[in-house]
T-cell receptor
Framework: GAGVSQSPRYKVTKRGQDVALRCDPISGHVSLYWYRQALGQGPEFLTYFNYEAQQDKSGLPNDRFSAERPEGSISTLTIQRTEQRDSAMYRC????????????FGEGSRLTVL | GDSVTQMEGPVTLSEEAFLTINCTYT??????LFWYVQYPGEGLQLLLKATKADDKGSNKGFEATYRKETTSFHLEKGSVQVSDSAVYFCALRGGATNKLIFGTGTLLAVQP
């Protein structure tokens, strides 16, 4: 498709399980961002990549969260040993050029940790 | 650190009414400013942007002017439509970083 694709759209898991969220950006886009959005709040920055290089991971809450983009295209956000407080909408966005602030967002992955 | 503050919603208007959604920011250096819109069930979309002081961003009848003296970037539209009902997010990109920082969002509901 032409837009940013995220999968799964909905994920329900039990506390303590690992989850992997996938993002397929718009073809050719250089930058890829991960955000987390709680209900009624704005998106909260987690991390971003230019090509395959992780440029900023200052928003990752703790070492249970990690992200990769090994070939500069698809990215995976992994949450290990999930906790109930990890429940949120996880949004991926891509941008054709670095540093413009013009992001194209996917529809998000809704994570629920029981 | 850099931050964005926008008015709380919901904002409820009748069709053809004038809209203002306030946004102020705190940032070091010279940030770029953005408004994003999220329609029900969809991802966020860029609505408009301004990259330097006194710039006016505009799109789909919406406007916002980058006011450095008041550190504001208020969103306005002269005549809203039912189809404008959505959540609007103000955001900034600081001069020293490539990450966007978002406000908490303002829900706009336009009634026919």
């Amino acid at each position: 498709g032409a837009g940013v694709s995220q999968s799964p759209r909905y994920k329900v898991t039990k506390r303590g399980q690992d989850v992997a969220l996938r993002c397929d950006p718009i073809s050719g886009h250089v930058s890829l961002y991960w955000y987390r959005q709680a209900l009624g709040q704005g998106p909260e920055f987690l991390t971003y990549f230019n090509y395959e290089a992780q440029q900023d991971k200052s928003g990752l809450p703790n070492d249970r969260f990690s992200a990769e983009r090994p070939e500069g295209s698809i990215s995976t956000l992994t949450i290990q040993r999930t906790e109930q407080r990890d429940s949120a909408m996880y949004r991926c966005a891509s941008s054709p050029r670095e540093g413009t602030g013009e992001l194209f967002f996917g529809e998000g992955s809704r994570l629920t940790v029981l | 650190g850099d931050s964005v503050t926008q008015m709380e919603g919901p904002v409820t208007l009748s069709e053809e009414a004038f809209l203002t959604i306030n946004c102020t920011y705190t940032a070091t250096g010279y940030p770029s400013l953005f408004w994003y819109v999220q329609y029900p069930g969809e991802g966020l979309q860029l609505l408009l942007k301004a990259t330097k002081a006194d710039d006016k961003g505009s799109n789909k009848g919406f406007e916002a002017t980058y006011r450095k003296e008041t550190t504001s970037f208020h969103l306005e539209k002269g005549s809203v439509q039912v189809s404008d009902s959505a959540v609007y997010f103000c955001a900034l990109r600081g001069g020293a970083t490539n990450k966007l920082i978002f406000g908490t969002g303002t829900l706009l509901a336009v009634q026919p």
